[in-house]
Every structure is written in structure tokens, then in C-alpha cells.
């Protein structure tokens, strides 16, 4: 499997990712200026791009995968994270890629990006195991919200969600080194989960994310829609549409609630 990391250079915690990973610890091989290549179980390249990442597309890529000769089958954005609220918690999160309604920062309208609920649910569960006590960072999932638009499977792994956060070296090595750890031999085969799209709830999740990170639960959550964006779809075939989209895109045959009932139109 051939996995593609993403860093944005205009991007202050891509960057700080950039950095950690470059270190001679991490064991990456230099295959030209902004292109670094690891080969473990699967390989994993990773990529210092001139391009903001909410706005890259299937060229780009396919640009990255000239110059590695190969193809991706995952591609992983490594990024910050922000909140317009007052209160700016420190956080790692984890979610999938698209648009519900208008694409305000980047991808498509109405458009969701095929998602890889398994890994996402790994990489959380990693995350909320190992941190160490020290680092004071919540581990949640988002819900569904802004680009790019790819054609490949899609995720984005943040810190925030303040320039102190994604500057801080300690939780980019914590991160990293978590994330080299379950994507060098990832695969899916080996986790006995279910993958669903979520249906309502909060934007950071609260009820999925307490499901996600409780190792008895059988369910991985892949596109969540959340309350605020189904207050703003009145159109119940529109919203029946954007369902079955997520479904497809998050390989699931089931829209799960909070409270794990299944929504049916």
C-alpha cells in the first residue's frame, strides 16, 4: 500500500509536521527538494507542497506521484487545526474530507471525498491511548467540513488550535511518531470494525468521539453530518442524496445517529 502525507509550506503546523518528520529519527530518504520516501510494510511518501491544501486537486497529485513513480491509494493532509471561538482548546483531530453545502475552503459543492473510517478510528484510538499525561491535548474527531476534492481516499490529521499549539515540537513528535507507527503496516483487514456515516450531534462529535475511543464499540465513523448543517437542508431528497454520497464515499451501508439507531429515508 502506498501512502502519500501532505505537508502546505503556507501552513504553520505543516510545516512544524514537516520539520519533525524530517529528522533523521523518522528515517526518511530524500528523493528531491520538497519529496521524502519511507519504506516500511507499506510506503509512505511524503510531500512539502508550494500549494494551501484545502485547495489541491486530483492533478496535483498525480503530479507528486510522477516524481515518486508510483500510485497512492491514501492520501493523509497534516495540518492545523482552528476555531473561530473565543476559547481555543488544544486538540489533535482526525476527520474526513468534503462539503455538504457551499465549498467556502476549497473542494466542491455539495461533494464529499471518498474516506477511510477504519484508519480514521486507528489513528484516534492510538492517539487517546498513548498520549502521554503531560500533554494536554484533546483526541477528537470532526465532522465532515472543507476541501480539497480528491478522487482518492482522503484524510486530515490537525493540531490546534493556536500558533502556540501548532508550533509545539513535543505534541508534533507525539503525533508523528503515532502516526508513522499505525500507517507503516496498516491494513484494514485487521481491525473487526463496521464502518458508518455519523447523522447528527456536534461539530467536534462528542457522542461518536466517546463511542470511537470506548474499544468495545464495533462501529468506525467515517463522513459525519452534523445538526447545525441539517438545520440548513430542507430539502428532504437533497439530504437523502448527500446520505447516500457519504455512504459510498466512506464505504458504509448504514447512517448511524448518536445513539447508534439507524436513519433510514
Known amino acids: 500500500m502506498n501512502i502519500l502525507l501532505i505537508c502546505s509550506k503556507s501552513d ?18 530524500k528523493i528531491s527538494e520538497n519529496l521524502h520516501f519511507l519504506e516500511k510494510e507499506n510506503k509512505i511518501f511524503l510531500v512539502f507542497s508550494e500549494k494551501i491544501h484545502l485547495y489541491m ?19 493523509i493532509f497534516l495540518s492545523r487545526h482552528s476555531t473561530l471561538g473565543e476559547i481555543k482548546p488544544r486538540s489533535i483531530t482526525v476527520h474526513a474530507v468534503g462539503n455538504w453545502g457551499i465549498a467556502e475552503l476549497g473542494g466542491k459543492d455539495e ?11 486507528a489513528l484516534l484510538l492510538d492517539f487517546y491511548n498513548n498520549k502521554p499525561k503531560t500533554l494536554e491535548y484533546e483526541v477528537k474527531q470532526e465532522a465532515t467540513h ?7 481516499s482522503t484524510i486530515f490529521v490537525e493540531i490546534g488550535s493556536d500558533n502556540g499549539a501548532w508550533k509545539d515540537k513535543i505534541a508534533s513528535d507525539f503525533v508523528c511518531k503515532e502516526l508513522i ?4 503496516n496498516y491494513n484494514p483487514k485487521d481491525y473487526d470494525w463496521k464502518e458508518v456515516v455519523g447523522f447528527g450531534g456536534s461539530h467536534y462529535c462528542t457522542k461518536f468521539n466517546r463511542l470511537t475511543l470506548d474499544s ?13 448543517i441539517l438545520k440548513q437542508i430542507t430539502d428532504k431528497q437533497k ?7 457519504a455512504k459510498v464515499k466512506s464505504n458504509s451501508l448504514v447512517v448511524l445517529d448518536e445513539n447508534l439507531k439507524e436513519i433510514i429515508f
Not at 461533494?111 to 478510528?121: A, F, G
Not at 507507527?181 to 507503516?184: D, L, N, W
Open 57 to 75: 486537486n486530483d492533478s496535483d497529485i498525480s503530479e507528486i506521484e510522477k516524481k515518486a513513480n508510483t500510485e497512492f491509494e491514501h492520501i
Open 239 to 245: 439530504l437523502k442524496e448527500l446520505l447516500e454520497q
Open 12 to 29: 504553520v503546523a505543516a510545516v512544524n509536521f514537516f520539520e519533525t518528520l524530517t529528522i533523521e529519527s523518522f528515517e526518511f530518504t
Open 146 to 152: 472543507h476541501g480539497p476534492h480528491l478522487e482518492k
Open 181 to 184: 507507527k499505525i500507517i507503516s
Open 111 to 121: 461533494t464529499v471525498v471518498k474516506t477511510n473510517p477504519i484508519l480514521i478510528r
Open 216 to 228: 468495545n464499540n464495533k462501529y468506525c465513523f467515517g463522513h459525519i453530518i452534523p445538526d447545525y
